[in-house]
């Protein structure tokens, strides 16, 4: 069989040097490719904008600590769940109604959101976002593979992170901006979301259901004039006929019957192709990103910007370096492939939480002490017992307070934090906001420390290399390796598995931190990033440049052979504009 598919596999890479030509590429796929990525801008946007909308919210209506925890998961959570569902659904009614259906879905969250009159409706809300992110999360990068060229295919499904991450800058901005409205600020935050939702779902009305999915289900002529629509030409003969073998090849080898699942698990390929997409989700997460754009605004805070204000702003120049190095990514993508892009970013990733560790550990040795412990008999302190702000900072219901001049901290003591309002203390010198001129500052979750510099660096140095490789490779890769049959649930799955350790590592991170300390977190989340570069190295063969037809033949052979799969097929070489086949070694390995 692996013989049979590899004549088919090189017949089809002269195919693609002949009908997709880099020159002729029809503008139409970036229209296709950017409505679709308005799927991404909404799961950043979504996802990011709640941190700022909160400070507001839990103000104004008074909520505690488990409504505010409740508000922010609940839209993860409901990721997770919609994710799983969205494989079922994108096979039986496809991409076009699914990515129809989620923009809906988010249209309607975002209003339910504006309105928001309580709390509950407000839950409401987040859990129906949280449904279209899971559903667009796992559609749009679908779609895009299937109506991309294979020579463009990695660069546009990798806009889709772009968008995400651009949604992530513009949630930081409004968050930004809307901070000064303290009454209903957080409704605009919210709500704004509906903007892009109506604009992509008015979009889809008028654009292509995916041609393979269209063939898959046997809708042939539909199909065709699809595939003539989106490569802006009649000349795909060639190209239909590819799909339409593979796919019929395709169902003889999965197996027949039985829930798409069960026939992953028990075909091969299809396992470990599945098990690659898994288990890149999941050191994507495991690799701590939303833990360090989350706790970005505290990690500038120990970098010593004082400022509340101008930490929120500076936590939006986070997010903005975060895009920035998206955007590498598009552009390395094809020029150096999947594989050495997603390991050189592992291992700089590795290697940044590493600083990032380290910059934490020096500055807990050279933690501040505390120099005065006031007693209030009427309240149970054990905060006023800490003789360093380190445990200090570590214990959730205590804050630093300290004065400051240029170089040293003095007269500081370790109190409660006010649990309705942790900008201020309980009680003692820290418990007026007002009294702040005075160069008295409150340090709630982190230590005043000389190593600020240790600390930015590690995290400018952590997102130029997660951004361009872990962030966007793993959602690129899947949307490529299964075969047409197993695509929607395989997506689902993997899509699935980034949300549960989304929600995982973003709730565990504080009780990590208590325990383990910063460093230690932070050692840890290296660690897993070290295990994620085994992975990598032994499990991910590289698809650059081949038909999404052509991958599955990648996983024929065992798993885990150093990305060594399918060095025997034709590699193809770029010549003035057009792509020419050429033998690069001849010897079948399979
Ligand atoms: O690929 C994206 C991107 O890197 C985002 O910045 C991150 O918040 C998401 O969790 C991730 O899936």
């Given at each position: 069989m692996g013989e049979r598919r590899k004549l088919r596999d090189d017949r089809s890479l002269v195919r693609v040097s002949t009908s997709s030509g880099i020159g002729n590429t029809p503008c139409f796929i970036y229209v296709l490719a950017s409505f679709s990525a308005l799927g991404g801008f909404l799961f950043g946007y979504d996802t990011g904008v709640v941190s700022g909308a909160m400070i507001l919210l839990k103000k104004e209506m008074n909520l505690n600590a488990f409504w505010q925890e409740l508000l922010v998961s609940s839209t993860v959570g409901a990721a997770a769940l919609s994710a799983l569902a969205g494989g079922y659904l994108n096979g039986v009614f496809g991409r076009r109604i699914c990515i129809l259906l989620a923009s809906l879905v988010f249209s309607l969250g975002g209003v339910v959101l504006a309105w928001g009159p309580n709390k509950e409706v407000l839950l409401f809300g987040r859990l129906t976002v949280g449904l279209g992110i899971g559903i667009t999360s796992m559609t749009v990068t679908v779609y895009i593979a299937e109506v991309s060229p294979s020579h463009l295919r990695g660069q546009l499904v990798t806009i889709n992170t772009l968008f995400i991450t651009g949604g992530q800058v513009v949630a930081s901005l409004v968050d930004g901006a809307f901070?000064?409205?303290?009454?209903?600020g957080w409704r605009y935050m919210l709500g704004l979301s509906v903007i892009p939702a109506v604009l992509q779902f008015v979009g889809f009305l008028f654009l292509p259901e995916s041609p393979r999915w269209l063939l898959q289900k046997g809708h042939t002529q539909k199909a065709q004039s699809v595939l003539k629509q989106i490569r802006?030409?009649?000349?795909v003969d060639e190209e239909y006929d590819t799909i339409k073998t593979s796919i019929e090849e395709e169902m003889r080898e999965?197996?027949?019957?039985?829930?798409v699942i069960w026939r992953i698990l028990t075909n091969p390929p299809a396992r470990r192709a599945l098990i690659v997409g898994c288990g890149l989700q999941m050191f994507q997460q495991l690799s701590g990103i939303n833990t360090v754009m989350y706790y970005s605004a505290t990690i500038l805070q120990m970098a010593g910007v004082r400022d509340d204000k101008m930490a929120i702003w500076l936590a939006a120049g986070t997010a903005g370096t975060n895009f920035l190095f998206t955007l590498v990514g598009v552009w390395l993508v094809e020029r150096v492939g999947r594989r050495k892009l997603t390991l050189g970013s592992i291992i700089g990733t590795a290697l940044s939480l590493a600083v990032l560790a380290i910059a934490f550990l020096l500055s807990a040795q050279a933690s501040p002490a505390v120099t005065f412990h006031p007693t209030d008999p009427s309240i149970n302190a054990t905060c006023t017992q800490y003789n360093f702000c380190e445990p200090c900072m570590l214990d959730p219901g205590c804050g630093f307070c300290y004065y400051e001049n240029s170089t040293t901290v003095f007269d500081s003591s370790c109190v409660p934090v006010n649990p309705a309002n942790t900008e201020v203390a309980v009680w003692g010198s820290c418990s007026n906001v007002t009294q702040q001129n005075s160069g008295m500052f409150w340090a709630y979750n982190y230590c005043p420390t000389s190593y600020s510099w240790l600390v930015l660096f590690g995290l400018i140095l952590y997102l130029a290399f997660f951004a361009p490789g872990m962030g966007p490779m793993p959602w690129t890769v899947n949307s490529e390796i299964y075969p047409l049959w197993a695509r929607s649930t395989g997506n689902a799955c993997s899509a699935g598995v980034n949300w549960i350790f989304n929600v995982l590592v973003s709730l565990t991170f504080l009780h990590v931190a208590e325990y383990l300390t910063y460093y230690g977190a932070f050692f840890l989340y290296s660690g897993l990033a070290l295990l994620g570069l085994i992975f990598i190295f032994s499990c991910l063969p590289e698809t650059k440049g081949r038909r999404l037809e052509e991958i599955e033949s990648l996983f024929e052979s065992r798993l885990c052979i150093c990305g060594n799969q399918g060095t025997g097929h034709a590699q193809y070489t770029r010549v003035n504009g057009g792509n020419i086949a050429s033998d690069a070694d001849a010897s079948d390995d399979e």
């Open positions: 901070s000064y409205l303290k009454h209903n802006c030409t009649d000349n999965s197996g027949g019957g039985g829930p």
